[in-house]
């Protein structure tokens, strides 16, 4: 299958050859006949989704604005009395996002999902068997996530590994001090779990100022003595966007050296950290959506590229290469942070990419035209915001 009369990031023209869902060449001058014309379209890798929460979605649902606050707590305490009322199958509800997702350009998709006494495992069977179903479709990943808590909630540690053994890949973590109170022994659960399964971790730190920091310098530490380089990630942590510069750079290095990813979802309301000066350290900053459309707030549209923009607001970008940045918060960054080898735009990659009716990637963010063709192992899945 060869794409054509296509325009890569710096406006020049390309083509690309995709056999066996492959990408077997890419450049601007491929012979043959092309089996599709671009229309002189915008080439960008597909999007990859590196945190929400599919198990708690509302989407489909009918309008609910937010109710619960003002702590972290009350949040977490509303969503269990909203979802224990909800009738409409976990199923149901993520995969209408998950069409919503695919539609919009995004194939890779990492979901937390909710662990604890009260729910026992039925998300995490709810989800499994969403994967078995969207298998051909869209690639998940999950983490068995304790959103009330892990060494506060007795019962849930155990859960977890059960989850774990299922098949979920990934070992979850809350606030170790916020949430827990024991930051020592929530760490020393969580990655001990993760050597025990083999498993990467993803840890929800929203901890603010000097607590989130040294919880991270913790992680860190606890990172290299087990030896999960490249298998660690920190979602918000808004406490690197709170300290002082000498004090980032000594952290950043670190996670850098660590390979130690992190995410955010760009929230207006708390600072977040530095994505461009992380980057320049060789930090992996991926942004991705959290929630969508769920009890917590009914924000959020499953787009990616709204993310990217979001990034881009957050911080006041305007130049190309900021723009270029944000998209690959959630393109190739996105990628790495989650672990997926075969992402991108060269020769041996998988097919997954888009067509976008856009001029540069600045346009494509600041514009987020919904004419877009979505590309698929070689194959067009979607086009402009629809299933094919």
Known sequence: MLYANLRDCKGQPVAIRCTGGRIAEIGPDLAGPPDVDGGGRLLMPAFVEPHVHLDKTLYGEPWMGA?????????????????????????????????????????AVRSHIDVAPDIGLRHVEAMLALRQAWIDRIDLQFVAFPQTG????????????????????????????????????????IFGMAEDFGAGLDIHLHDKGELGAWQIERIADYTQGAGL????????????????????????????????????????????????SLT???????????GIRDSWSPVGNGDMLERAFFVAYKYDWGRDNEFALALDCATSHAARAIGLQDHGLAPGCRADFLMVDAETPGDAVCRRPLARHVVRAGQIVAEDGRLV
């Open 150 to 189: 892990l060494l506060c909630r007795p019962g849930t540690a155990g859960l977890m590994r059960e989850a774990l053994r299922m098949g979920v890949e990934t070992v979850g973590g809350l606030d170790p001090a916020g949430i827990d109170g024991d930051p020592e022994g929530q760490l020393r659960l």
């Open 229 to 276: 380089q490249g298998r660690v990630m920190i979602s918000h942590a808004y406490c690197l966007g709170m300290i002082p510069d000498w004090q980032l750079e000594r952290i950043g290095r670190r996670l850098a050296d660590l390979r130690i990813s992190l995410m955010t979802s760009a929230p207006a309301e708390t600072p977040i950290p530095p994505v461009q």
């Open 280 to 290: 320049e350290m060789g930090v992996t900053v991926c942004c991705g959506s959290d």
């Open 67 to 107: 109710t619960a606050g003002p702590a972290l707590r009350d949040y977490i305490d509303n969503e269990r009395r909203i979802l224990a009322a909800q009738t409409t199958p976990i199923a149901v509800r993520a995969g209408r996002l998950l069409e919503r997702m695919l539609a919009y350009g995004t194939i």
